[in-house]
């Protein structure tokens, strides 16, 4: 359970329990970042563009050590430093494999897996699952910005993956995380609630969206929800955050009270949007809603959100 967001006491929201020790005042050092990737026992997360790669076998472990991280056509010089494991000093890093998935699904030494059904699935417990959604965003950033956006020439990792360097125009880059606020809009008893079009069938949820530049949390809230839903929303609370590694996001999970009722969808973001009471949400959340609908599973801020309003807890 962790101890560290007010308000909710969430068994299984994803991503939050990432231990390791970033060391990110040594990460400078050539020297020490080397010593530790060569040493035994620490461990290498490899990574395509859109999965996670471990050994095969029948528990999932990171596995992977340097040589056969570079068996597989990983660089030295692109691993990412995640940090230290806490008990027992152990380092683990994150680099990028240059095959595609379908490659690498013909070799047998190996499985392929996607962090979303790793943690629908409980695969890891909770720091190593932390550990991989560090990994998935460290590793999309360098994917997706190998060249320098002041001049355009090739960049370069820097920094133990923590910045990209420009050797032409000497620019630094930093990774980017990008927040998104998601909200728990109630109108008394009934909570408002929408379907994106790109959520399985039946799925219904809390709305969200980037926050733009310039803006508060709560103004973002409060422009998003107007966008998408023609609600005007007052007061509004920050209740928890949780990093979503998909591929960089930070959920800010807010409620807010709405001070308007009439609902009209203006923009394509949501196919449906609805106020639904406390009865009708149980039924989602018990799944036994007459027409199937259903709240998005445990691993999301968005059920927790959602019981926690039901419970009266935020
Ligand atoms: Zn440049």
Redesign the pocket.
Known sequence: MRADAAGLQAMEMSFLGNTLDRQSTRRGDTAYITGLLEKPGTEIVLSTAKTLVFPAGETLAFGHDLQAAKALGAKQEEMVFLGLRPENGQAVFATTLPQSDEELEEKTDLQIRDLRTLALQNSFNPQDLGALAQARALIHWHRTHQF?S????P?RMAEAGYRRD?P????FHFPRTDPCVIMLIADGDRALLGRPARLPEGIYTTLAGFMEPGETIEQAVRRECLEESGIEVGDVRLISNQPWPFPANLMLGCVGEATSVDIEIEDDELEACKWCDREEVWQMVKDTHPEGHKIPPSISIAYELILGWLEERI
């Open positions: 320098c002041q001049c355009g020439e960049s420009c032409t125009c000497g620019a």
